[in-house]
């Protein structure tokens, strides 16, 4: 069974651009979600999507970052304009049940300069 | 403000030696608690569980053990391996519909020296 999958996994952008990334979850995992770690900081939660529809995006530090999920499938998350306090590893997990026991990919290096 | 801590950053134990890893909350609400190991440039992968009704569960070379009333967690590992090297995170959920989501501690890194 293929993992969570993530690209770039590594991605340095100037302040104010955009960047989005994305993730694969495992092949039949309506649960996906998303989390970031800033530098020496915990793993924070950003959101949670059951098959494309957003259950809970409390997380999601302000309105420039945007997450997707087309058909339930793949998902995107953008930040648009970046900011330096954007720069972090992005995680992102799935799972068949609605519970604690998901995938995490090996993330996502974003580096905002 | 942090509800799960971990106030080592890191440890360092010999190889054979048990290696304990503490963590600390503080929401009278979390009810799972997990421990999950990283390795560099990984994703964090799950490593044992506990449930808020037991005080203690065991996976070969880990065991968790929680008290409740300390609101205090720690994860055994022994004999510790090299292999064990990598950054720990223990992680708490909350009951009911919010179980999905987790609140990690800053994590601690264990060297395992042969």
Request: aromatic share 12%.
């Amino acid at each position: 069974e293929a993992g969570v999958t993530q690209f770039p996994s590594h991605s340095v952008i100037e302040k104010g651009q955009t960047v989005t990334l994305r993730c694969d979850p495992i092949s039949g995992h309506d649960n996906l979600y998303w989390y970031r770690r800033v530098m020496g900081k915990e793993i924070k939660f950003l959101l949670h999507f059951v098959k494309e529809s957003k259950q809970d995006e409390s997380g999601m530090p302000n309105n420039r970052f945007l997450a997707e999920r087309t058909g339930g499938t793949y998902s995107t998350l953008k930040v648009q304009p970046a900011e330096l306090e954007d720069s972090g590893v992005y995680f992102c997990a799935s799972s068949a049940q609605v519970n604690y026991g998901y995938t995490f990919g090996s993330g996502t290096r974003l580096t905002v300069v | 403000d942090q509800q799960v801590k971990q106030n080592s950053p890191s440890l360092s134990v010999q190889e054979g030696r048990i290696s304990i890893l503490n963590c600390d909350y503080t929401n009278s609400m979390f009810d799972y608690f997990l421990w999950y190991k990283k390795y560099p440039a990984e994703g964090p992968t799950f490593l044992i569980s506990i449930s808020s009704i037991k005080d203690k569960n065991e996976d070969g070379r880990f065991t968790v053990f929680l008290n409740k009333s300390a609101k205090h967690l720690s994860l055994h590992i022994v004999p510790s391996q090299p292999g064990d090297s990598a950054v720990y995170f223990c992680a708490a959920s909350g009951r009911g519909g919010s179980n999905y989501k987790l609140t990690f501690g800053k994590g601690t890194l264990l060297t395992v020296n042969p």
